[in-house]
């Protein structure tokens, strides 16, 4: 089945310092989204990107779509400790139902 | 919207217990999935539905697991009987196609089980 490979599995910066993670997959995706998960919340949708080469921010979260539709990177400029938790990135494939495949996650965790 | 809503929060129960978890989707949605969260597995998609009806139940991990979605608004996961190894975080999600979010889930906030 399709594999998503996030990283890198965990990050502790300091705030202010910019952040980049990424995810690879060995099939093309249709979508691929960002969310974010906080202790004790389910993941909340950051950035969603629909078309190949799309280059879309959010605040200071700026995040691609790969040209060749298997991977996408998410970066955070100018951190801060509430950018603190877990970022997964999901890929969706139209041919494969509505289902998501998830990356294993990176652990953010930023230092005052 | 008032977002997707699960509840119990928490459950915590002892083995051999029937566990009821129960989601409301957000209002239009019409795809509904149910996922299990652990360290060692990470977000796992157990089943869902397209219109109330189940489409991919692929996930679940044995017959002690079923789920039901009776009409548009709710959902039931149920594990009977429930075991130590199914203590995890459960979240349903949904989602539209149609609109300018298509494909795009939403999660709520978890039930996180405990089972003893």
């Known amino acids: 089945g399709q594999q998503l490979n996030q990283s890198p599995q965990s990050m502790f910066i300091q705030e202010g310092e910019d952040v980049s993670m990424n995810c690879t997959s060995s099939?093309?995706?249709?979508?691929w989204l960002w969310y974010k998960q906080e202790p004790g919340e389910g993941p909340v949708l950051l950035i969603a990107?629909?078309?190949?080469?799309e280059l879309t921010s959010n605040g200071r979260l700026t995040a691609q779509f790969g040209i060749t539709r298997k991977d996408s990177f998410l970066n955070i400029s100018a951190s801060i400790p509430s950018d603190v938790g877990i970022y997964f990135c999901?890929?969706?494939?139209?041919?494969?139902?509505?289902?998501?495949?998830f990356g294993g996650g990176t652990r953010l965790m930023v230092k005052p | 919207d008032a977002g997707v809503i699960q509840s119990p929060r928490h459950e915590v129960t002892e083995m051999g217990q029937e566990v009821t978890l129960r989601c409301k989707p957000i209002?239009?949605?019409?795809?509904l999935f149910w996922y299990r969260q652990t360290m060692m597995r990470g977000l796992e998609l157990l089943i869902y539905?397209?219109?109330?009806?189940?489409?991919?139940d692929s996930g679940m991990p044995e017959d002690r697991f079923s789920a039901k979605m009776p009409n548009a608004s709710f959902s039931t996961l149920k594990i009977q009987p429930s075991e130590p190894r199914d203590s995890a975080v459960y979240f349903c999600?949904?989602?539209?196609?149609?609109?300018?979010?298509?494909?795009?889930?939403?999660f709520g906030p978890g039930t996180r089980l405990t089972v003893l």
């Open positions: 099939s093309i995706f249709n979508t």
């Open positions: 209002s239009g949605h019409d795809y």
């Open positions: 539905f397209n219109n109330n009806v189940p489409i991919d």
């Open positions: 999901a890929g969706l494939d139209n041919n494969a139902g509505n289902m998501l495949t």
């Open positions: 990107l629909y078309k190949a080469g």
């Open positions: 999600a949904s989602s539209t196609t149609s609109g300018a979010s298509t494909d795009t889930q939403y």
